[in-house]
């Protein structure tokens, strides 16, 4: 994945370009309107973060051109200007979410993920929650845009989880839709695939959640 960030302020910059690197972009950081429109006619982005009060060509300006030009680049615009009508004016000029300084770099990694997922969502049969993001068409697992060796059986509980987000689903459940029948309760088969999803997801593994007694739910939010 590829991404185009404009701001003139170079810390601000270079935070977000850090912290999408963290998501594995690969950036290219531009701190003018004039110099982001040279740059994005030579190359392709998944996704541009553009700051509106840049120096000579403004972020809006530069917003239109792209738009005129035909660029489909995913626009996330973050700006100091917060009023209702700003938002609304770089949405109706072809933005595809807006965001506030002073803004947490939680929040922007938040929200570049949720613009990704609908992109991805657009183009392929994709089921998604959190980090995790399911291409059912090539029957891959992505986490954060990472791909993700697992087996057929972990694909399949995966599926299952991600079809069903936020939904606390039984142990009885879980392996009569993954194995076609329900396993003897002294099995421990589920908890062995439930380890192995468990340590490939990694420090992302806390969405795979324990309900003791009962089963194991997947929450797209961590409290």
């Known amino acids: 994945m590829r991404a185009l960030i404009v701001d003139d302020d170079p810390r601000m910059a270079s935070l977000m370009e850090q ?6 972009f690969d950036c290219v950081v531009a701190h003018s309107g004039e110099k982001a429109l040279s740059i994005a006619k030579e190359q392709s982005f998944d996704l541009v973060v553009l700051d509106l009060g840049l120096p000579g060509m403004s972020g809006l300006s530069l917003l239109r051109h792209l738009r005129a030009a035909g660029n489909a680049s995913l626009v996330l615009i973050v700006s100091a200007y917060g009023r209702v009508e700003d938002r609304i004016r770089g949405l109706d000029l072809g933005a595809d979410d807006y965001l506030v300084k002073n803004f947490s770099l939680s929040e922007f990694v938040a929200r570049t993920r949720a613009l990704m997922r609908r992109r991805l969502e657009k183009k392929h049969n994709i089921l998604a929650c959190g980090p995790i993001v399911m291409n059912l068409e090539k029957k891959e697992v992505h986490l954060r ?11 399949q509980m995966l599926f299952t989880f991600l079809s069903s987000k936020n939904i606390v689903i ?9 194995w076609g029948d329900i396993l003897d309760m002294r099995s421990n088969v589920v908890d062995v695939h439930i380890r192995a999803i468990r340590k490939k997801l990694g420090d992302d593994a806390k969405i ?4 003791r007694g009962y089963g194991y739910i997947l929450v797209d939010k961590v409290e």
């Open 145 to 155: 845009q990472e791909l993700l060796p697992i087996s057929k059986r972990e694909f």
């Open 208 to 211: 795979l959640q324990t309900v």
């Open 19 to 24: 912290a999408l690197r963290g998501e594995n």
């Open 170 to 178: 039984s142990r009885a459940d879980l392996s009569e839709r993954v």
